[in-house]
């Protein structure tokens, strides 16, 4: 009986709850008004729409969120044009290729060995054709060096010089023809020793290599044009001459 009594009334205690809920009265069990349970579930209704939405949402790694990595990656410059920027010896270039650089090697080389055996010679007929080929040999060796290590290098680029075309090749036309002038001299007036003759046979030998240096140049490039005829540098901030004046309405003076 005790346990049919305490049924009836939690039976009791809901009918009385579900009549107050559209009433708007208290509950008796809970002491809470029905409109504020509603208003309650309300508020926490667009907490869960949020959720929902987050939940929605597209995952990311954690790489890319981090601003570190981004930077990282957009900023990480290729190995190949730092060693390229690095270089110091630039050949193939537009000033010098591949063969030419050989063929100057060579030019440098036998301009030295013939330096150097006149320098062994110890007695003249005729000095002054001696020291003529002494000064020529010299100068062959020391300025095709110091023209083939600019134009190998990026010193060639900070020097100021914009024509080294014509430098190159006006330089290996009077280098050939004066080292052909003097071993033509020194040959013809020697007292015919060994070390003589093997010094003129490596002075033509030096011209001829200067001699195919110019033909290569003229191959490539051709004959070039001087420096004051060449076109205006990119970027240069020299004016532009009119091809036609305008006439004062605008028009072409043609029409």
Known sequence: MECCDSTLKTLDSTERMYEAEGKGRTI?????RVEDLRAEEHRTEPDGALAQEEESLPRFPAAMASPDAVYNTTTTTTPTA???SNRWFIVPNPELSFTRFFV????VLLAFVAFVLEEVVTSCTSCTALYFFEFVSCTAFLFTLLLLI????PLHQK???NCWSQVDFGYSVLICLFLFIASAAFAGSNS???VEKATVGFGFLAAIVFLVDVLMFYKEKGIPFFCLNKAPAAGSTEPVPEVEKLNTNGTSGTN
Request: proline share 5%; hydrophobic share 45%.
């Open 28 to 32: 008796p069990a809970a002491g809470i």
């Open 82 to 84: 730092a060693n390229k």
């Open 104 to 107: 100057k090697v060579a030019e």
């Open 150 to 153: 600019l134009l190998s290098t």
């Open 159 to 161: 020097v100021g010089i």
């Open 192 to 194: 015919g020793s060994e």
